[in-house]
């Protein structure tokens, strides 16, 4: 057990509608990194918030957006869904946003859209 | 084009013997991880490798960091069922934020 926690665990919906998935964090860490894994891209790196401020942004699409509340918990919220945005989608969380600080995953909600 | 590649990308091997995995690039990171992921779950980290010529030992595990910081490898001595699964290495690019990038993924199966 990591000590991350994803809700929720599955999630199937309709193309055009809107999701929020949701990520609390270990105990003690500041940072949430958020990654999509589907089976043609691999893992890809989506944004990263620390205390409350994005940190880094990577492949984040425009219709994705998220935030990191003051009790340091996060959500992800995917709106205007479409077919392709089916995947594994993971949240990690680390003490800090530095370098070499080891990124601890949970185990992901699983989107469907039909 | 993936910034990470690894190879193989499937790998089915008899228990009891060794096999090692690869992960290169053409950019140079400041850091590279190997993490495990199992079905249903996340990625697990394994080891952090950080200076160039680096080698690192984990029980059966050994990773190795190359000098240029460009490629690592993982190499696995009498693998056990156990050690099935995916196995994804991920880099930390010298000068960018912080930001994970990972490879393909290199996926095991031990066969007692």
């Known amino acids: 057990d990591s000590g991350v926690t994803q809700t929720p665990k599955h999630l199937i919906t309709a193309t055009g509608q809107r999701v929020t998935l949701r990520c609390s964090p270990r105990?003690?860490?500041?940072?949430v990194y958020w990654y999509q894994q589907s089976l043609d891209q691999g893992l890809q790196f989506l944004i990263q918030?620390?205390?409350?401020?994005?940190?880094a942004k990577g492949n984040i699409l425009e219709r994705f957006s998220a935030q990191q509340f003051p009790d340091l918990h996060s959500e992800l919220n995917l709106s205007s869904l479409e077919l392709g945005d089916s995947a594994l989608y993971f949240c990690?969380?680390?003490?800090?946003?530095?370098?070499?600080?080891?990124?601890?995953f949970g185990d992901g909600t699983r989107l469907s859209i039909l | 084009t993936q910034l990470l590649e690894q190879s193989p990308q499937f790998l089915s091997i008899q228990e009891g013997e060794n096999l090692t995995v690869y992960c290169n690039s053409s950019s140079v990171f400041s850091s590279l991880q190997w993490y495990r992921q199992e079905p249903g779950e996340g990625p697990v980290l394994l080891v952090t490798?950080?200076?160039?010529?680096e080698v690192k030992k984990l029980k059966r595990l050994t990773f190795q960091f190359g000098d240029a910081r460009k490629d690592s490898s993982l190499h696995i001595t009498a693998a056990q069922p156990g050690d099935t699964g995916l196995y994804l290495c991920?880099?930390?690019?010298?000068?960018?934020?912080?930001?994970?990038?990972f490879g393909s993924g290199t996926q095991l199966t031990v066969l007692p």
């Open positions: 105990s003690g860490d500041l940072s």
């Open positions: 990690a969380s680390s003490v800090g946003p530095d370098r070499y600080q080891p990124q601890h």
């Open positions: 490798v950080v200076t160039g010529g």
């Open positions: 991920a880099g930390d690019r010298a000068g960018s934020a912080r930001q994970l990038t």
């Open positions: 918030y620390y205390n409350g401020e994005e940190r």
